[in-house]
């Protein structure tokens, strides 16, 4: 499976990049490859890190305990995430059919929502997606025509037919190649992997996902990804 790390986590705010930062004392990045190595049908962990930030990795990785089961490599990063994860990929052997995909910022996904994600790929999904229902009413809005200038509102989608997804999502290995071969996205790239398998045009399957798999991105999900931990503990 490929772990992308290599984002710098600039809507944390200032300081070490985003899968480096201390969760309780560990590092958000250990917190995720021990989420998913807590799978028993997870055996190789590809990290992918800030090109910069590759034997720091690595050390970080050495030093933290993993089950006995569990290799892992560390790889450099690209400019987006979409990027990062190619180059991930390029590094799981090729005999590997089922690739899990999963973001460093979502260090909290319990084992129940990995397994379920691996065992729809192996019921025969080529993309695999733990989905939650959205509580905000979602808007679809046009760019403001200058900068400052108020946003208006083109759209609102029903909101019991979307959903918000989360990570590990889970591919047929040759299916998410293809996809990052083939699908050119500009720009910030895709933000998730399954969107590009649909521009494919293949089918991607949603499973339920988890409340504690949210991804940690601004400053207030670092206080809640410690009291998930704290609460675990207690
Ligand atoms: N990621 C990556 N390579 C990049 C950008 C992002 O591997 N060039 C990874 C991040 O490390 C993260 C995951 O993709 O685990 C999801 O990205 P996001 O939450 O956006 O993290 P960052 O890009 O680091 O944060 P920000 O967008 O706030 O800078
Ligand atoms: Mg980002």
Same mark, same amino acid.
């Given at each position: *499976?490929?772990?992308?790390? &290599?984002?710098? @986590? ?15 004392? +560990? ?24 090109? #910069? ?23 450099? @990063? @690209? #400019?987006?995430?979409?990027e990062s994860v190619r180059l ?6 090729? #005999? ?35 989905? *939650?229902?959205? +509580? ?7 760019? &403001? ?5 108020? /946003? ?17 999502? @889970?591919?047929?290995?040759? +299916? ?5 071969? +083939?699908?050119?996205?500009?720009? /910030? ?8 398998? /649909? ?26 990804? /410690?009291?998930?931990?704290? $609460? $675990? $503990?207690?």
């Open positions: *499976m490929v772990i992308p790390a &290599a984002g710098r @986590g600039v809507r944390l705010g200032p300081g070490a990049p985003k899968a480096l930062r201390a969760l309780n004392g +560990t590092p958000m990045l250990v917190h995720a490859v021990r989420a998913m190595a807590a799978s028993r049908a997870v055996s190789l962990v590809v990290v992918v890190a800030p090109a #910069d930030g590759v034997a720091e990795v690595k050390h970080l990785l050495d030093d933290h305990a993993l089950p006995e089961r569990t290799d892992y490599r560390v790889v450099a @990063g @690209g #400019d987006t995430r979409q991930g990929l390029a590094a799981v052997p090729e #005999d590997v059919t089922t690739v899990l995909v999963h973001d460093a910022a979502r260090p909290l996904v319990p084992v129940d929502t990995v397994d379920a994600v691996i065992e729809a790929v192996r019921d025969g999904a080529v993309a695999v997606v733990p989905a *939650m229902p959205v +509580t905000d009413t979602v808007k679809e809005v046009e760019p &403001a025509e200058k900068p400052g200038a108020p /946003e208006q509102v083109v759209a609102t989608p029903v909101r019991a037919r979307l959903r918000a997804v989360q990570t590990p999502q @889970g591919f047929d290995r040759a +299916t998410l190649v293809d996809a990052h071969a +083939t699908v050119a996205l500009a720009g /910030e790239g895709a933000t998730d992997d399954a969107g590009m398998v /649909e521009r494919l045009g293949a089918p991607v399957t949603v499973v339920p996902g988890h409340e504690e798999a949210f991804k940690v991105t601004r400053p207030l999900d670092l206080v809640l990804a /410690e009291a998930v931990l704290a $609460r $675990r $503990r207690a």
